[in-house]
């Protein structure tokens, strides 16, 4: 499928999720591993928003989702509106199907449940049937399940709680998380820097993950959190024919047979951003330090993994543009020889190296920088609603290592390229990325800022 018809079909499904302000979530099929970027961050909404957009941008908004609302399928208190879907990775190639959410509104009619039937087809799962279920019990809390079947192997059952302002005047915060599921198209290449494109192979990941997290708001801009996991691996033989199964060219790699890790983590955040998802200037800075085991060794097996990530915008040109940094550290300390492969930092994909495919590298060390011009190029008015559209130029710059020497601090991968935005502020974000890097042209489609 072309990149021209790709962004055709991701304007047209942000055009309709706009009127209503849908979760990501619905569109594509997400596999919530552990770590399937350095991160472990993806703009969810685990702190309350500090702000909103300018009220004479809200009102048109507003007005705009009730005239939409008016040629929509609405039976009081329930909306219907059907919906396509597409989403590309380049590890699970093209998602296309429907899914039909049907918003349940209280007597005042604001927004309180979401039920979300959909199906899609992949070429290499086949047939995935499945439904989202989204609460919003009050302004500041959320619940979810999630569940999916597929023809072909692939499976997920999702679990999620958050509530970031518990207890008298909001202070705490309160999370929980329970996933299962089964996801055929992880990847993986060996470890290091130089790997090759031809080291590709492929293998299933079924994997329980259980987490419970707790948390301060110490003030408007600093938070603290503490979160305990449990995560159980088994792995599989890989979906994907085509590429060498990853057990049998990587069999002496730690982690092959599996892994019961439990882990106990803590992070403190800073954060200035005048929005979460749709910011325009702010700093957000997010350190945490983790202390992992893996129970399934009987020696000596715990390891501290530290990452830091930071990021400053900067709006400039009578504050049109915004220019965006971002500087991310992971590492692991401790008894590295064991470390399971998965559990490693890594680089590649949407929110990384967008010139690579998901944990395209692997090692002891990530260091990534991240440099991205945003800039607006014109308004238009789709469905009565108002979108922005901005195309970003961006570099992506990154590796892994083994330490910090000055070995390891040179060939770094570079990743230049441009993506086209479509903003229908205060919420959602459309996405096209497109990248060039060693193993060749890459893209991405699909919602929120990359970081």
């Given at each position: 499928?072309?990149?021209?018809?790709?962004e055709?079909?991701v304007?047209?499904?942000?055009?309709?999720?706009?009127v209503l302000?849908?979760?990501s979530?619905?569109f594509g099929q997400?596999?919530p591993?552990?770590?399937d970027?350095a991160s472990?961050l993806?703009h969810?909404?685990?702190i309350?928003v500090?702000?909103?957009?300018?009220?004479?941008?809200?009102?048109q908004?507003?007005e705009?989702?009730?005239?939409a609302l008016?040629?929509l399928?609405?039976h009081e208190p329930y909306t219907?509106?059907?919906l396509?879907?597409?989403?590309?990775?380049r590890?699970?190639?093209?998602?296309?199907?429907a899914?039909l959410?049907?918003?349940e509104?209280?007597s005042?009619g604001d927004?309180?449940?979401?039920?979300?039937?959909?199906y899609?087809?992949?070429?290499?799962?086949?047939?995935?049937f499945?439904?989202?279920?989204?609460?919003y019990?009050?302004d500041t809390?959320?619940?979810s399940?999630?569940?999916?079947y597929?023809?072909?192997v692939?499976?997920?059952?999702?679990?999620?709680?958050?509530n970031?302002?518990a207890?008298?005047?909001?202070?705490?915060i309160?999370?929980?998380?329970?996933n299962?599921f089964k996801?055929?198209?992880?990847?993986?290449?060996?470890i290091g820097n130089?790997?090759?494109?031809?080291d590709?192979t492929?293998?299933?990941s079924g994997?329980?993950?259980?987490e419970?997290?707790?948390g301060i708001?110490i003030?408007?801009?600093?938070l603290?959190m503490w979160?305990?996991h449990?995560?159980?691996?088994?792995?599989?033989?890989?979906i994907v024919?085509s590429?060498?199964?990853?057990?049998?060219?990587?069999?002496q790699?730690?982690?092959?047979?599996?892994?019961?890790?439990v882990?106990?983590?803590?992070?403190a955040r800073?954060?200035?951003r005048?929005?979460?998802?749709?910011?325009?200037?702010g700093?957000?800075?997010?350190?945490?330090v983790?202390l992992?085991?893996?129970?399934?060794?009987?020696g000596?097996?715990?390891?501290?993994?530290t990452?830091l990530?930071?990021?400053h915008?900067l709006p400039?040109?009578?504050?049109q543009?915004?220019?965006v940094?971002?500087?991310?550290?992971?590492?692991v300390n401790?008894h590295?020889r064991?470390?399971?492969?998965?559990e490693?930092?890594?680089?590649g994909?949407?929110?990384?190296?967008?010139?690579?495919g998901?944990?395209?590298f692997i090692d002891?060390s990530?260091?990534?920088?991240?440099f991205?011009e945003?800039?607006?190029?014109?308004q238009?008015?789709?469905?009565d609603?108002l979108?922005?559209?901005?195309v970003?130029?961006?570099?992506?710059?990154?590796?892994?290592s083994s330490?910090f020497?000055?070995r390891?601090?040179?060939?770094?991968q570079?990743?230049?390229?441009i993506?086209l935005?479509?903003?229908a502020r205060?919420?959602?974000?459309?996405r096209?990325?497109v990248?060039y890097?060693r193993d060749g042209e890459?893209?991405f489609?699909?919602l929120?800022?990359?970081f």
């Amino acid at each position: 499928m072309s990149f021209l018809k790709s962004e055709w079909l991701v304007h047209s499904l942000i055009v309709l999720c706009c009127v209503l302000m849908l979760p990501s979530a619905l569109f594509g099929q997400e596999y919530p591993a552990k770590r399937d970027n350095a991160s472990g961050l993806q703009h969810a909404a685990d702190i309350p928003v500090r702000g909103t957009e300018a009220e004479r941008s809200e009102a048109q908004e507003a007005e705009a989702r009730e005239k939409a609302l008016k040629s929509l399928a609405v039976h009081e208190p329930y909306t219907v509106l059907p919906l396509p879907v597409f989403h590309y990775d380049r590890n699970e190639s093209y998602w296309a199907g429907a899914v039909l959410p049907i918003l349940e509104s209280n007597s005042k009619g604001d927004l309180q449940h979401i039920y979300a039937p959909f199906y899609s087809h992949n070429r290499y799962i086949e047939e995935t049937f499945g439904l989202y279920y989204f609460g919003y019990p009050s302004d500041t809390t959320q619940y979810s399940v999630t569940a999916d079947y597929s023809t072909k192997v692939q499976r997920d059952i999702d679990l999620i709680y958050k509530n970031v302002a518990a207890g008298e005047g909001g202070r705490y915060i309160l999370a929980g998380r329970v996933n299962w599921f089964k996801n055929p198209f992880r990847r993986v290449f060996g470890i290091g820097n130089q790997t090759s494109e031809n080291d590709e192979t492929s293998y299933t990941s079924g994997e329980t993950l259980v987490e419970l997290t707790a948390g301060i708001n110490i003030n408007q801009d600093v938070l603290l959190m503490w979160t305990e996991h449990f995560h159980d691996i088994r792995l599989d033989t890989g979906i994907v024919n085509s590429l060498p199964q990853a057990q049998v060219q990587f069999n002496q790699l730690p982690g092959m047979e599996g892994a019961t890790i439990v882990g106990h983590k803590l992070t403190a955040r800073y954060d200035t951003r005048d929005k979460q998802l749709l910011s325009t200037r702010g700093t957000y800075v997010n350190l945490s330090v983790e202390l992992n085991q893996n129970l399934q060794h009987s020696g000596a097996s715990p390891w501290v993994r530290t990452t830091l990530d930071a990021r400053h915008l900067l709006p400039h040109y009578d504050d049109q543009l915004v220019f965006v940094a971002r500087f991310l550290l992971d590492t692991v300390n401790g008894h590295t020889r064991g470390i399971p492969f998965y559990e490693r930092p890594t680089l590649g994909g949407e929110t990384t190296l967008r010139g690579f495919g998901q944990s395209r590298f692997i090692d002891d060390s990530a260091l990534l920088l991240n440099f991205e011009e945003r800039i607006p190029i014109r308004q238009v008015k789709a469905f009565d609603y108002l979108l922005d559209l901005e195309v970003a130029p961006f570099l992506d710059i990154g590796r892994v290592s083994s330490g910090f020497g000055i070995r390891d601090i040179q060939d770094f991968q570079v990743n230049p390229g441009i993506g086209l935005r479509v903003l229908a502020r205060p919420h959602v974000v459309g996405r096209l990325d497109v990248a060039y890097g060693r193993d060749g042209e890459n893209f991405f489609v699909g919602l929120d800022y990359p970081f």
